[in-house]
């Protein structure tokens, strides 16, 4: 089991800026992967980045790349969301998963940030 529990969500204006964190405990010498999915109201949830944790290699959903840049600190064992000139489009809920070293899947969540962006 790999639990993991996100922080950092908030209110912002658009145009500004927020850091999410996801830090994870138990088995964590399974993570593959570390990924942040959103989830807005009415719809379906959606990748936004994604990085793998043995070579640090990243990628980005297309409506993100060049605003937000996930990043990791291997002696913590926390991955960050850093998330710049956010738009009201932004506004979700933003999950953080684990996809374990062999999986096929992200089968690890965390329970959520919500992140709004006020016009």
């Known amino acids: 089991q790999v639990q993991l529990v996100e922080s950092g969500g908030g209110l912002v204006q658009a145009g500004g800026s927020l850091r999410l964190s996801c830090a994870a405990s138990?088995?964590?010498?399974?993570?593959?992967?570390m990924g942040w999915f959103r989830q807005a109201p009415g719809k379906e949830r959606e990748f936004v980045a994604t990085i793998r944790w043995s070579d640090g290699s990243t990628y980005y959903a297309d409506s993100v790349k060049g605003r937000f840049t996930i990043s990791r600190d291997n002696a913590k064992i926390t991955v960050y969301l850093q998330m710049n000139s956010l738009k009201p489009d932004d506004t979700a809920v933003y999950y953080c998963?684990?996809?374990?070293?062999?999986?096929?899947?992200?089968?690890?969540w965390g329970q959520g940030t919500q992140v709004t962006v006020s016009s």
């Open positions: 998963a684990v996809r374990r070293v062999g999986a096929a899947k992200y089968d690890y």
């Open positions: 138990g088995r964590t010498y399974s993570i593959g992967d």
